[in-house]
């Protein structure tokens, strides 16, 4: 099944990733980027590669050039079925994540997600 997450005229930071419990947590503020803060959790999150700062932010499953990319990237033992390709304004990376959830909500920047990613405590 095909998808696509899009905001491209958002901007996103890393917001959190927790390795120990595989979870990374990308965050667009209503402060600097729209009316709305947005976030976008990762789980079962195996491997990253992407900037702090994203200048707008697509996530869409890879074609078969961007498979081969990332598997020459990590190696004949990585498990690529999870790919997903995130790219904008002057970068493209990839995370490797089996679950995918976005959240759009009038929440304070600092205010904690709705999974508990980087929850107080």
Same mark, same amino acid.
């Given at each position: 099944?095909?998808? #696509?997450?899009?905001?491209?005229?958002? +901007?996103?930071? /890393?917001?959190?990733?927790?390795? *120990?419990? *595989?979870?990374? $947590?990308?965050?667009?503020?209503? +402060?600097?980027?729209?009316?709305?803060?947005?976030?976008?959790?990762?789980?079962?999150?195996? #491997?990253? *590669? $992407?900037?702090?700062?994203?200048?707008? /932010?697509?996530?869409?499953?890879?074609? #078969?050039?961007?498979?081969?990319?990332?598997?020459?990237?990590?190696? %004949?033992?990585?498990? /690529?079925?999870? $790919?997903?390709?995130?790219?904008?304004?002057?970068?493209?990376?990839?995370?490797?994540?089996? $679950?995918?959830?976005?959240?759009? *909500?009038?929440? %304070?920047?600092?205010? %904690?997600?709705?999974?508990?990613?980087?929850?107080?405590?």
């Amino acid at each position: 099944m095909r998808f #696509a997450i899009a905001y491209r005229e958002r +901007e996103f930071r /890393l917001w959190s990733y927790v390795p *120990s419990h *595989s979870r990374l $947590l990308l965050r667009s503020g209503r +402060e600097t980027s729209g009316t709305t803060r947005i976030d976008i959790a990762f789980g079962d999150v195996s #491997a990253v *590669s $992407l900037p702090v700062l994203m200048d707008g /932010l697509t996530v869409e499953q890879p074609d #078969a050039q961007a498979t081969h990319d990332v598997a020459e990237r990590l190696g %004949p033992r990585a498990q /690529l079925d999870d $790919l997903l390709i995130l790219r904008g304004h002057g970068y493209h990376g990839y995370v490797l994540a089996s $679950l995918v959830e976005v959240d759009e *909500s009038d929440r %304070p920047l600092w205010e %904690p997600d709705k999974w508990g990613i980087c929850s107080p405590g």
